[in-house]
């Protein structure tokens, strides 16, 4: 009986002093992890059907008080599969192929490449995987672009959804197709 007691209140001791380890362990994190940045500049694009597609969806774009833009992309109604989507020169989607908005924006004089590639267009954001449900979504960060006004700034742009996959090096465009979809970043 008395070894029985004695575990039980070291077994509760143990969980005692577990909760205030934990807790002083969140204590510290928190006084020595920076204050939450304020929220820095971020832009928006609603992205409406081209080329006679359903496809529709919109992105985000959040600049990082540690330097570069989070995007953030959601495609709805589009068809299963890989699909190429770059953000465009020209902030203008009112061709019937969205032709207007121009080629990859490329404020460096780069050639085309994948996302992940040092040298690539500015606008290359890759590929987007579309469900069998016909929706995507892509996030990714991008050190080559802001959201502050400037010659890599994506307010003006425009953010495009192609027909086929962009296979990261054909040049200028990926090979990608048509343009299903467009919207303009503001
Ligand atoms: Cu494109
Ligand atoms: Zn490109």
Do not use: Y
Request: proline share 7%; charged share 15%.
């Amino acid at each position: 009986m008395k070894t029985t007691r004695t575990s039980t209140l070291a077994a509760a001791f143990a969980v005692a002093a577990a909760a205030a380890l934990s807790m002083a362990a969140c204590k510290s994190a928190s006084s020595t992890a920076s204050p939450a940045p304020a929220a820095g500049p971020q832009a928006r694009a609603t992205i409406e059907p081209k080329s006679g597609s359903n496809v529709s969806g919109w992105a985000t774009f959040a600049e990082r008080s540690t330097g570069g833009v989070r995007i953030e992309v959601h495609i709805e109604n589009a068809p299963p599969g890989i699909h190429g989507l770059h953000l465009h020169d020209k902030g203008d989607c009112s061709a019937p192929d969205a032709s207007s908005a121009g080629g990859h924006f490329n404020p460096g004089g780069m050639p085309h490449a994948g996302p992940n590639d040092a040298t690539r267009h500015a606008g290359d954001f890759g590929n987007i995987t579309i469900e069998s449900n016909g929706t995507g979504h892509l996030e990714l960060v991008s050190d080559l672009l802001t959201v502050r006004p400037g010659p890599n700034s994506v307010v003006g742009r425009a953010v495009v959804f192609h027909e086929k996959e962009d296979d990261l090096k054909t040049q200028p465009t990926g090979n990608a197709g048509g343009r299903l979809a467009c919207g303009v970043v503001r």
